[in-house]
């Protein structure tokens, strides 16, 4: 630990007031918490009570985050002042209990500040409000362990300056805990703040997710309950049936022969009865029993009984249905609890967000207030951590292209500080993120301008692109619009990967803009991965789950309804015309069922868009758990995931977001139309992409600098698996694959037979480059349908050649 600051000659340890400043014993590796935030040397403390002290930094720091932007916007208020003293207070004692003094002195100096702002009688200046920022930025750093004692000693002489210009006295170091005084205000809170944390338990989140699995197989095991108490209840039908038909006939035989019986009595005779059994009475006088009133009376008595049981097992069943209701909703509950623990505010992201927002309005240069909206709105704790990153990339776009500088705001009649707003909300079974600005908004001459020089569009297809087309390029790979690279923006990396990001969420995004009043991204994220409700649909023959959460109506359509518009079918559902389509064939699925003329169908909602999906069936609605479809199928186009039914049967989950874009509904059903539409906009050749397949991570690289020195586009992929799920993902195919043989997972030819046997990948050119160079090997691959076959070590001359010839070659299935 590094020696205590010359101006704090007094500074020691809790528990030694007059000894030297406490050493930890050297460390001979790493030390075992660095991961968990702890910056200084840990080898002799308890590493339980390390990470009570993470967890607990942890929280302490994100209160003074969240509540430091309210005083800002009222730094007269003694409130929102007297919670930051109390947070920076906590957390110096407890940072000073365990050894960790940098923290526990920074801590000090903000509350000698915080101390004499609540006693003085004037709000805080701008330059004060901004100095607690930088020391919740350092605090968070040291307690994540990104920074050390120079940050203290930075912002040291700061503090003093600030306290000195209030005219109050800064406090003594911190004493050992016994001799600290302190006021009984400050004592009642802090106690009350320990109780309130021993009511909490920290739960590894492993085991919460455990549980969560549990009451997934508890869904499934219900589900199947379900199947066998509806089958059961098809068949106490059916006996209910029977048990009618063999009263009405019993009944039917019995009045036609008492009827015959009545009118002679050879009939009774005939089947066995006698003279003498009378007695000397008439048939009206005295009842004559023969074999066929007995059969008769058995008869009736079976169908009395069989009635009596049908009705008993009804009211079973209906018991039982009772019981699978209170199951049912006892079950939802549980579920719902349970997924509640793994929720967390959005407002834990709020120190992150205000952070970024005013670090990178510092760099440029601009007045920047960001405003949180419906921060208490709860997300999977999975989902809030992978969406942080997009979320933050968003705020730095958002300032960096659209909120302008304060001398053309003031110009645009504009506030000088722009607003930069993120509104969180549930919306039915989804949570929606909406970042906004109030600034410039998309130019859309500078996206056409970009486009064409970039090679996305032809100046033609430009000129006549729409709003939607223009903002979908910002999306992809490669593509800015600003004119010179800086640390922030101009790479044309960051919008891809946001929407890569929220797309493994199974969620949208999408981006409208008002020009010259701003631009707003909507992200729409599923409320949880785990279990959702889901609609069972049928296509020719095949049972999927459509989440429910992405239906908003369902229908029968006439024919009336049905129209086309170009090469789009369309359905006009109430005053609005929609897109159509069907869902065997946009999954590709053949059959021979007969079409209905009045086919049910669903209008499905992705993002701001809805599109019409005709059905061959609708089963009804059920409760699914989702599971992945494991390593072996890296992506199925369409697919979600899978879920298992009651009966032990697979049913696939579709990913609505995927079946509705407009690049898969765009995709060509035949091989030809595919290589002919690829060959007609590929660009030139010193423009190609070539997608580098290979599991050396040095090939990978030495190959595509190779390729970026000549001018080309590279993507990689590290095996066949991979390299799909590339293709899958990628705005446009790439010009040529170049793909080495021997690799894991899947190797060269299994990934070239695959893409010989996709329509939409059947004329891609594919280009060996292998050390094996046996005939054996070159004949394999050509065999399969490989464009060319090169073998290792090559010259960098004839890789481009090559490269250049083969995707100039005709396509060829």
Not at 113 to 125: E, N
Not at 366 to 392: H, I
Not at 502 to 515: F, I, N, Q, W, Y
Request: aromatic share 4%; charged share 25%.
């Amino acid at each position: 630990m590094p020696p205590p600051e010359d101006d704090e000659p007094n500074w020691t340890p809790p528990g030694d007031a007059d000894g030297p400043e406490w050493e930890p014993p050297a460390a001979t590796e790493e030390p075992p918490l660095a991961a968990a935030g702890v910056p200084e040397p840990a080898a002799a403390i308890d590493p339980e009570i390390l990470e009570v002290f993470a967890a607990e930094a942890e929280e302490h720091v994100a209160l003074i985050g969240r509540t430091l932007p309210l005083y800002q916007q009222q730094p007269g208020n003694k409130e929102h002042l007297q919670e930051i003293r109390r947070a920076a207070h906590t957390l110096k004692g407890a940072a000073a209990s365990v050894g960790f003094t940098l923290i526990a002195k920074l801590a000090h100096r903000a509350e000698d500040l915080l101390d004499a702002l609540y006693d003085g009688d004037r709000p805080a200046t701008p330059g004060e409000v901004e100095l607690l920022f930088a020391a919740h930025d350092a605090l968070e750093d040291l307690a994540a362990g990104r920074a050390g004692e120079e940050v203290v000693a930075a912002l040291a002489p700061r503090f003093e300056a600030a306290v000195a210009a209030i005219g109050a006295r800064p406090a003594a170091p911190p004493e050992p805990a016994a001799e600290v005084e302190v006021d009984q205000p400050t004592v009642a809170a802090d106690a009350a703040a320990v109780r309130a944390a021993g009511e909490a338990l920290r739960v590894p989140i492993a085991r919460v997710d455990e549980v969560v699995n549990l009451v997934g197989e508890l869904v499934i095991s219900r589900s199947g309950f379900e199947q066998h108490l509806g089958k059961l209840s098809r068949l106490l039908q059916e006996l209910q049936l029977s048990a009618d038909r063999l009263r009405r006939a019993t009944g039917k035989i019995e009045t036609q022969y008492e009827a015959r019986a009545l009118a002679s009595n050879r009939l009774a005779n005939r089947l066995g009865g006698s003279d003498g059994a009378g007695h000397g009475f008439d048939g009206l006088e005295f009842d004559r029993y023969t074999d066929f009133h007995l059969m008769i009376r058995e008869l009736s008595e079976t169908s009395t009984d069989l009635a009596t049981v049908s009705q008993e097992l009804s009211g079973l069943t209906g018991e039982f249905d009772g019981y699978l209701v209170r199951q049912s909703r006892l079950t939802a509950e549980m579920q719902d609890k349970l997924m509640r623990v793994r929720m967390v505010p959005l407002g834990h992201l709020s120190g992150r967000l205000h952070r970024t927002v005013r670090r990178t309005a510092a760099d440029l240069g601009k007045q920047v207030r960001l405003v949180l909206e419906g921060e208490n709105t709860d997300l999977d704790k999975t989902v809030l951590e992978e969406m942080a990153e997009p979320l933050l990339h968003l705020l730095r776009n958002a300032i960096d292209h659209g909120i302008e500088d304060a001398a053309a705001r003031e110009a645009a009649g504009k506030p000088a500080a722009g607003t930069v707003r993120v509104r969180a909300a549930h919306e039915g079974t989804q949570i929606v993120i909406r970042v906004s600005d109030d600034g410039r908004g998309i130019d859309y001459e500078a996206v056409r301008l970009a486009a064409v020089a970039r090679g996305a569009l032809s100046p033609e297809a430009a000129a006549i692109a729409s709003p939607d087309e223009l903002t979908d390029l910002l999306f992809r790979s490669g593509f800015s619009t600003a004119g010179r690279v800086t640390e922030i923006s101009g790479r044309g990396v960051g919008l891809d990967v946001v929407r890569a990001l929220v797309e493994r969420l199974k969620g949208t995004v999408s981006l409208a803009s008002d020009p010259g009043r701003g631009a707003t991204f909507t992200v729409r994220l599923p409320l949880t991965l785990a279990v959702i409700r889901a609609l069972l649909v049928e296509a020719e023959g095949h049972t999927f789950a459509l989440p429910l959460g992405s239906v908003t109506q369902i229908l029968r359509l006439d024919p009336e309804q049905c129209g086309r518009i170009g090469s789009q079918d369309v359905a006009r559902v109430g005053p609005d015309t929609l897109p159509r389509f069907s869902l065997a064939a946009r999954l590709g699925l053949r059959g021979t069922t007969e079409p209905d003329p009045r086919p049910p169908a669903v209008v499905i909602e992705v993002g701001d868009r809805r599109h019409v999906v005709v059905l061959d069936r609708i089963a009804g609605g059920r409760e699914v758990v989702v599971k992945s479809l494991g390593t072996h199928v890296r992506h199925a186009p369409g697919i979600a995931g899978a879920t298992l039914m009651g009966d032990g049967s697979v049913v696939l989950i579709l990913d609505p977001a995927e079946l509705c874009a407009p690049a898969r509904a765009a995709r060509p059903a035949h091989p030809a139309p595919v290589a002919h539409a690829r060959h007609a906009q590929r660009p030139p050749a010193e423009q190609l992409t070539v997608l580098v397949v290979d599991d050396s991570p040095s090939v990978r690289r030495f190959v595509s600098g190779q390729l970026r020195d000549a001018g080309m586009d590279v993507l990689t992929a590290k095996d066949g698996l991979d390299a799909l799920e590339v293709l899958h993902h990628a705005e446009r195919l790439p010009d040529v694959v170049m793909l080495d043989v021997e690799m894991p997972r899947m190797d060269g030819y299994e990934l070239l037979s695959t893409l010989r046997a996709t329509p939409a990948h059947q004329s891609l050119p594919v280009v060996m480059l292998t050390s094996r160079a046996g005939d054996k090997h070159r004949r394999k691959a050509m065999e399969l349908g490989a464009t060319a076959y090169l073998v290792k070590p090559y010259q960098p001359a004839e890789l481009l050649r090559v490269l250049r010839d083969a995707a100039a070659a005709p396509a060829t299935a």
